[in-house]
């Protein structure tokens, strides 16, 4: 094969390859663009589970607990923040669950929105649950 | 059109895809134990991104998918022949492309930007147009003419 046929031949090459990350780029771009990450997304049947962990537990604004309970455990939180959703995750439950069911401690959790604009109306819609004694679940389920 | 020599394409692809492995390794032991790159400017950008759904595939950091990429850039660089041109030019497109997804999940999706990523963004990009100079200039050309 001359250098030239080699040549060519290896521009063909390219050529296709090209035309296929193209492809595979654009259908990666769309596949995800309209799929959403579910792994954080809040679901009915999350709600129903926290709706279960939070049963039988006084909620007063943003105040979870028995409002007489001797231990104030006060939060200042983002729901926007990794490192909250780190707490809430594996550190928060088993206080729920050994300290604030027996009335021992109250927690109290205050925005303090301070990862961008989206925190603002998270932080909102939070105080506005817990205007309807739900902002525990909302929080959590966030 | 005039290209800059093989040999000079050749040292920049070996210079930049070296870089590359460091960033793309420093990335994968920062994350190894659960943790993230240190963002230079401060910021929760790079903990953001390892943190997300994003940063593995199939169970794989994939800033190993990374490092194995560079590595095999920086292979290409020491031969002057065919199959390192078309080797070096495929593997650097396949980075670029998967660079350019997910730089669009960064800032669409998960809205942080990690500085360290964007590095690898830009080696990668950068190391692609030197691999399609190198094919386009290059290719099909005998070992003594490409020099």
Not at chain 1, 113 to 124: C, E, K, L, R, T
Not at chain 1, 135 to 141: A, D, I
Not at chain 2, 54 to 65: D, P, T
């Amino acid at each position: 094969m001359s250098d030239g046929d080699r040549r060519t031949k290896l521009m063909q090459l390219a050529s296709g390859a090209v035309f296929l990350a193209i492809v595979v780029v654009v259908a990666l771009i769309v596949v995800n663009g309209s799929s959403s990450d579910s792994a954080g997304e809040p679901t009915p049947e999350a709600a129903k589970e926290i709706d279960r962990s939070l049963r039988g537990i006084p909620q007063r604004g943003m105040v979870l607990g028995d409002p007489s309970a001797p231990v104030e455990l006060v939060e200042f939180g983002d729901l926007q923040c990794p490192v909250c959703k780190g707490y809430a995750e594996e550190i928060l439950p088993a206080i729920i669950e050994n300290q604030v069911k027996n009335g021992e401690v109250k927690i109290d959790f205050r925005n303090y929105a301070i990862i961008g604009p989206q925190s603002i109306p998270a932080g909102a819609a939070a105080l506005a649950a817990g205007e309807q004694g739900r902002g525990w679940n909302f929080v959590e389920l966030f | 059109m005039s290209y800059p020599s093989e040999d000079t394409l050749r040292r920049a692809i070996a210079f930049l895809a070296a870089l590359g492995v460091g960033v793309a390794t420093y990335i994968a032991i920062a994350e190894s134990g659960g943790g993230s790159p240190v963002c230079l400017a401060g910021g929760t950008g790079c903990r953001t991104v390892a943190e997300s759904s994003y940063s593995h595939v199939a169970g794989v950091n994939i800033a190993i998918f990374g490092a194995i990429g560079y590595l095999l850039l920086l292979a290409t660089a020491f031969f002057a022949n065919d199959a390192a041109r078309f080797g070096g030019f495929a593997v650097s497109l396949g980075g670029f492309g998967y660079s350019v997804f997910l730089t669009y999940i960064e800032i669409f999706k998960i809205e942080a930007i990690c500085q360290w990523c964007v590095a690898s963004a830009v080696l990668m990009t950068v190391l692609f147009l030197l691999n399609a100079t190198r094919l386009i200039g290059y290719g099909g050309a005998e070992l003594q003419e490409a020099r």
